[in-house]
């Protein structure tokens, strides 16, 4: 797709620039490879063109946003953008970037991330002819509704990058898309990684047979239903699901806690099951139903999450890969993942740096994405259906 050479009907929007925040510096250098190749391969193509910048050695524009001792900050770029076609990564879930404030090591949180990229944007002064946002976990992406009298932290930001200038914003797997309602009438994708969960299956387990009799789709809560069905669908295999008894008398950590799972669906028995979310935050839900697919006599049981956060650290699933509870948890390197995760046995992380990296130069050259939105063909290939 990438190698074939450019009409002059997509024309670049603008100059590219990938602006890789202080958190998304490892999968920002990959992206940039893949561009600096296929372009460097394209330019001939497009040389009567006379297309300033556009193959280059590098498309990464360099940024910073120093603090003060007080902790206050600043964004900084280090050269022009004006005329620019702007994409900003940043994953306001990255705790291993750290800052100093009063002397002390601060973990950068969320809301520090977030704070971060708009100092960029305003920095970048209106002077950028299109800017894209990349965010693949989407910030406060889970105080998405109104339950109570609190905020909606996720529509306020949303609102708040387009009030400055954001074109579009792209994210992954979003807790509720539906959120992208606070802002309708500018760009907003929500992508699925599937085909890339898929891909990464197959290699990591080649064994898998991917045949109703031996596999089965698994939905840990109504909430992640419908990305269990389009696997369900899309594999054609079964479907189960959990539900979650709260106790709704009491909150504990900001949440009703979960009283039980109750299982739905045909037997697992004998059968490999893949249990599918959008995250793990502390895994407890995860690993309570994989002791209950157990009890109903699961084989092999493999954990899809978009993200993997880890909030109560690795005990917990070191100590169930001990106990066969689990087989692999795949995660993407969409958020930050700690040098002991990627150690684990147990683990096994879907890069998706090509992917965000197609999006990209389709985007750049005003191309639809439609293709790469929708993963049916490349997941038939896999398979061998065509």
Known sequence: MQGDSISLLHMPVGTLGIVGMESCQEITEKINKYLVEWRAERHIDISD?????????????PVRCPRFGSGEGKGIISHSVRGYDLYLLVDTFNYGVTYKMYGKEVPMSPDDHYQDLKRVIAAAGGKARRIT?????LYEGRQHRRTARESLDCALALQELVSMGVDNIITFD????????????EGFENIMPTYQFLKALKKTVPDINIDRKKLMMISPDEGAMSRCMYYSSVLNVDLG??????????????????VAHEFLGDSVQGKDVIVVDDMISSGDSMLDIAVKLKERGASRIFMFATFGLFTDGLAKFDSAYADNLIDKVFTTNLVYRTPELRARDWYSEVDMSKYIAYIIDNLNHDRTISELLNPIDRINKLLGRV
């Open 241 to 258: 699901m959990f539900y979650k008894r709260r106790d709704y008398s009491v909150i504990v950590n900001g949440r009703n806690p979960i």
């Open 133 to 137: 946002v990349i965010m693949p976990m």
């Open 174 to 185: 979003a807790h509720d898309p539906r959120v992208q309602n606070a802002v309708p009438l």
């Open 49 to 61: 063109a006379n297309l300033r910048g556009y193959s280059s050695e590098d498309y990464r524009v």
